[in-house]
Structure formats: C-alpha cells, structure tokens
C-alpha cells in the first residue's frame, strides 16, 4: 500500500513539473519578447580620471600658466544578455559652481548599442574658475533609451590638483591636416616624452574658450607608444597607470569632427606621476593646433519618377546628397515630410540609405513625416568628391504610395550634417485621373429662401454619387450639406441629368460659396468649382468650367 501511495506521488510530481515545463516552454517567447533592460543593465567607466589638474605655482596668474581644461571620458557598456539598446542618447549636467563650466556641447547620440557593446563619450571641461587645488564640482551622465525602463545615471567628481612644470609629458609635436568640412572626422597628432612615470594622462585640450561647440572629440588612438603599459593600438583611453615606472615617447591621434562653421585653437598637454610628485607638460601651451573655419560641403536635391500618374500607384522618391569637398562627410540625419496621402511602401534596391545601415528608420505605410538617424561613425558617409565635376554621392532612394485621388503630392526632402539643416529640397508627382463625371455646369443663384445650386452632367461613367459643400469664403472651410450621398440620376450612362439643391441656410445679402465632389466607384474623388451667389442679388447665369483640385 505504502508503495502504490509513492508510486501515485511520484506520478502526480511528475505530471506537475511536467505540466509546469510546458507552461514555461509555451510563454518563453512571448515573455522574452516583452524583456526590458534596466539601468542596471549599464555599466560606466570613466577613462580620464577625476583630477583637473593646475599649475602649483602661478594658477591663479593673469594670464595663468598651466592646463585650463580637459576632456572628460565615459565608456558605458550595454550589459544586458540579449536586448539591444535602441535611440539611446547621452546627456552631462552638472557643474553648478564658478569653478567649472559645463560644456555647450552637452548631449550625444549613440543610436544602438548590442549586448556588450560600449559608446565612448567625450565632454569639454573648463576649469578656469578654479585657480586653486582641492575645487571640487559634481557633474552627471544621464543614459536614455526607447526600451530603457527609466534613465541610468552615473555620477562623479571632478577637483582641482597641482602640478609642476618640470619636464614631465613634454609636448613634442602637433599637428591636424588641412581643410575641414563639417562633418568631417579629421584627426590631430600629438607626441608626449615621459620620464620615471607611474600614470599618465593624455590631453588634447588644455586652454580655457575652446569652442567644443563646433569641434567634438568623438575618438583617441595611441598610434606609437614606448611605454609598457599604454599599448599602441589602445583605442579610447586617456588615463593609464602603471605597475612600475617607466619612461618613452607616445604618439596619439585625436579623432575630431567639426559640428559647424567656426575656428579655434587647442593646446595638447599631458599629466603624470613621479612617486608623490605630479607634473604637467614642461611645453604647455608651447604648441599648439588651430582648427580652421569648416566649410559647408554638402548639398541636397530631390526627384520624382515618374512626375505624372493616370491612377494610383507607387513613384520612386530620390534624396541626393553631394559633397564637393576632398575628404569623406558623416550626414547625421535625414528627414522626408510627405504631403497627406501620401505613405512609405519600401526602399529601392540603388538607396544607399536602409533600415540595416540606421539606428532610426520608418516602418512600412508610415505617413507624414519619415526620420532616419545614421549610426554613429558608421553611416551615412558620403563619399569625397573625385574632381570638380564628380562630387561624392549619397542617396535615399524610396517608394511612396499614392492615393487614388486627383491632385498635386509634394515630398520634401531635409538633411542634418553637425548642427546645420540642409534643405528643403522638394519634388511633386500629379495623380490626374479621369473622372467618372463630365460636368456641363455648376452655378449658383439667389432664391426666395435663400440660394439655389444646380449642376448638368453631359456623362456619368462609373459614377458613384455626389457631395455638396458651402463656405463663406473660397479657400474654405467648407461644410457638408447633404448627410447621404446624393445618387446619380443616369449611373453608367453616357447621358447626363440635371441636379439643384436649395439652401435656406444662408446669410441675407451675404455671398455664400459651393462645390461640388464626385466619388466614382473605385473611390476617386474629383472636386468642382467653387461657385457663388449673394443671396438677395439679381439673377445671374454662368457657365461653369471644372477644375479639379486636391480636396
């Protein structure tokens, strides 16, 4: 008995966990469909260290001696197992006291960052308010996300230290190459010597005014190195330290693009330590690099195919983006306003612009207006241009549905390179088909109770009926009289009929404004007119010429 009495509780056991691994086998989908990542799901690393450092002895000096300024770098990390982090943006606040400035470039877009991907950030830090060592500020890095279920948030601070000028991270050379456009992504070099160091920071940036508004660090390589532990090749890493000391020269590029139209200059220097003793570049402020004014190298222009269209159909929309300068320019944005109607079907197979390449991109019918987003660094380049006649070319290539129903369609077609708006460049396509009605006459004429409308059909092929509108002024707004529609008198004949209508509801002595629209049976609407009486006035006749216009 007691056997049977486990036989039976085993059985049951089974059949629970069995029927539990089935329930979680069924919504595993679903549920991991709905996963969300959390703030948690983000790590921060700051990567330049929490020293703004100051000369020891003349800081406080007019002009002063020593760094200014530096660039603040923060690596966040997407943590989450298998989400991918979508329109995620970076934004530094903080630094509310008269010791440091926030920067006037605050705000980075890193697009989509994959399980384990990382986005470096770099923000300009003016501490020119602060003259003396232990000035402390506090700033935060907000995190955003679509499917972050609230913002993350790394906070940290930033004080002030003093350094001697005595030869530690001497400056040796540096240098940008010529011509800037924006957009561009050029580069700055820049040799430090060190001698007996433990640490190391590395700066392309030391004076106060920079203008990081139109100059952004998006990037940093140490392209020759003799030091152990700053291995060439290291990518987006501003501060090392090093298990033992060690001396030699470094080489870094700094990777710049130009936001808009300005020049600045920039002064390389570099920090290190020497046992207890920390020092600065004895050549500070010796050399240095001036960005020049970036030109505007890029241009947009947009077309139709084909322009005109007897029925409804799709045309192909082109976005052209030409860039006339010698080196290649990052597009940041593209923007496609569509006239109502009108809505997205696909991307042509030539467009160098698609879903795969965008961290932001419309989804199939969608109307109105149409945003892409590039990926940081990655897209939308648009080639250099080969000679004066042959400029790099890049294309949005889309196509637009359009609807069965008669009138002019604009799409409108915008770009965003740095902080400057290229465009609008525009391009129409007329949908004219034939109406279902031949209209003879429209008029309108004062009666006793008010106006008197009457139209004449000569033929009402494929004709569905008839609505009748009224506005006191032309351009509208126009109301509809007639709650049903108003029934063809000879539907699929080659003859026409005779309509009136009688309005009491009007004005006396005003003027008071109609037209007319005919559905056929395939749903095209076609508009008439306007024509207009004053009520009260003399009889008149007129003979009505169609237009059709876009309701």
């Known amino acids: 008995m007691r056997s049977i009495t486990r036989?039976?509780?085993?059985?049951?056991?089974?059949?629970?966990?069995?029927?539990?691994?089935?329930?979680?086998?069924?919504?595993?989908?679903?549920?991991?469909?709905?996963?969300?990542?959390?703030?948690?799901?983000?790590?921060?690393?700051?990567?330049?260290?929490?020293?703004?450092?100051?000369?020891?002895?003349?800081?406080?000096?007019?002009?002063?001696?020593?760094?200014?300024?530096?660039?603040?770098?923060?690596?966040?990390?997407?943590?989450?197992?298998?989400?991918?982090?979508?329109?995620?943006?970076?934004?530094?606040?903080?630094?509310?006291?008269?010791?440091?400035?926030?920067?006037?470039?605050?705000?980075?877009?890193?697009?989509?960052?994959?399980?384990?991907?990382?986005?470096?950030?770099?923000?300009?830090?003016?501490?020119?308010?602060?003259?003396?060592?232990?000035?402390?500020?506090?700033?935060?890095?907000?995190?955003?996300?679509?499917?972050?279920?609230?913002?993350?948030?790394?906070?940290?601070?930033?004080?002030?230290?003093?350094?001697?000028?005595?030869?530690?991270?001497?400056?040796?050379?540096?240098?940008?190459?010529?011509?800037?456009?924006?957009?561009?992504?050029?580069?700055?070099?820049?040799?430090?010597?060190?001698?007996?160091?433990?640490?190391?920071?590395?700066?392309?940036?030391?004076?106060?005014?920079?203008?990081?508004?139109?100059?952004?660090?998006?990037?940093?390589?140490?392209?020759?190195?003799?030091?152990?532990?700053?291995?060439?090749?290291?990518?987006?890493?501003?501060?090392?330290?090093?298990?033992?000391?060690?001396?030699?020269?470094v080489t870094m590029i700094y990777y710049w693009q130009a936001q808009c139209q300005s020049e600045s200059i920039t002064e390389p220097w570099a920090g290190s330590t020497i046992g207890n003793n920390n020092r600065y570049s004895k050549k500070y402020g010796a050399l240095f690099t001036t960005f020049p004014e970036a030109s505007l190298s890029l241009d947009v222009t947009s077309e139709v195919t084909p322009t005109y269209l007897t029925q409804a159909g799709e045309v192909?929309?082109?976005?052209?983006?030409?860039?006339?300068?010698?080196?290649?320019?990052?597009?940041?944005?593209?923007?496609?306003?569509?006239?109502?109607?009108?809505?997205?079907?696909?991307?042509?197979?030539?467009?160098?612009?698609?879903?795969?390449?965008?961290?932001?991109?419309?989804?199939?019918?969608?109307?109105?207006?149409?945003?892409?987003?590039?990926?940081?660094?990655?897209?939308?380049?648009?080639?250099?241009?080969?000679?004066?006649?042959?400029?790099?070319?890049?294309?949005?290539?889309l196509r637009i549905n359009v609807p069965p129903i008669n009138g002019t369609y604009t799409q409108q077609g915008k770009g965003r390179v740095g902080k400057l708006s290229l465009g609008p460049a525009n391009a129409s396509v007329i949908m004219n088909q034939p109406t279902a009605v031949d209209l003879a006459a429209f008029d309108a004429a004062p009666h006793a109770d008010g106006i008197r409308v009457t139209w004449e059909t000569a033929a009402e092929l494929d004709h569905l009926g008839f609505n009748l509108y009224r506005s006191a002024s032309p351009s509208g707004p126009w109301t509809r009289l007639n709650a049903d529609l108003i029934l063809p008198k000879v539907p699929g004949s080659v003859f026409g009929g005779l309509y009136e209508w009688f309005d009491t509801d009007v004005t006396p002595g005003g003027t008071t404004y109609y037209r007319l629209e005919d559905i056929d049976i395939y749903g095209v609407r076609t508009f008439h007119g306007p024509t207009w009486a004053t009520s009260g006035a003399p009889l008149r006749y007129t003979l009505f010429l169609p237009l059709i216009s876009q309701p």
């Open 7 to 249: 036989i039976m509780i085993v059985v049951t056991l089974a059949l629970i966990l069995g029927l539990w691994g089935w329930v979680a086998f069924a919504y595993a989908g679903p549920l991991s469909d709905h996963l969300q990542a959390q703030p948690d799901d983000l790590s921060f690393k700051l990567l330049s260290g929490d020293t703004a450092w100051l000369d020891n002895n003349n800081a406080c000096a007019d002009p002063p001696e020593g760094p200014r300024a530096m660039w603040l770098e923060i690596g966040v990390t997407n943590n989450h197992v298998t989400e991918t982090l979508t329109g995620v943006t970076l934004e530094l606040s903080g630094f509310a006291s008269s010791y440091y400035t926030l920067t006037a470039d605050p705000e980075r877009y890193a697009g989509n960052l994959a399980p384990g991907a990382t986005f470096y950030g770099y923000w300009y830090v003016d501490y020119n308010g602060a003259c003396q060592a232990g000035r402390s500020d506090t700033y935060t890095l907000t995190v955003r996300a679509d499917n972050l279920s609230a913002s993350a948030r790394y906070t940290d601070q930033l004080t002030t230290r003093s350094a001697n000028s005595i030869g530690a991270g001497d400056i040796i050379s540096s240098s940008q190459g010529s011509g800037i456009a924006i957009g561009q992504i050029f580069t700055q070099t820049a040799e430090y010597a060190f001698s007996n160091s433990t640490s190391v920071l590395l700066q392309p940036t030391g004076n106060a005014g920079f203008d990081d508004a139109c100059f952004r660090l998006v990037g940093s390589e140490v392209a020759a190195s003799e030091l152990e532990d700053v291995p060439q090749g290291t990518r987006d890493q501003l501060l090392y330290f090093f298990e033992k000391q060690d001396s030699g020269k």
């Open 316 to 397: 192909t929309y082109t976005v052209r983006f030409t860039n006339v300068f010698t080196q290649p320019v990052e597009l940041n944005a593209i923007t496609v306003t569509l006239d109502s109607g009108l809505s997205f079907a696909s991307y042509a197979p030539t467009s160098d612009v698609d879903a795969s390449n965008s961290s932001l991109s419309p989804t199939t019918g969608a109307t109105d207006t149409l945003r892409w987003r590039g990926i940081p660094g990655v897209s939308y380049t648009v080639p250099a241009a080969t000679g004066p006649e042959a400029p790099g070319v890049l294309e949005l290539v």
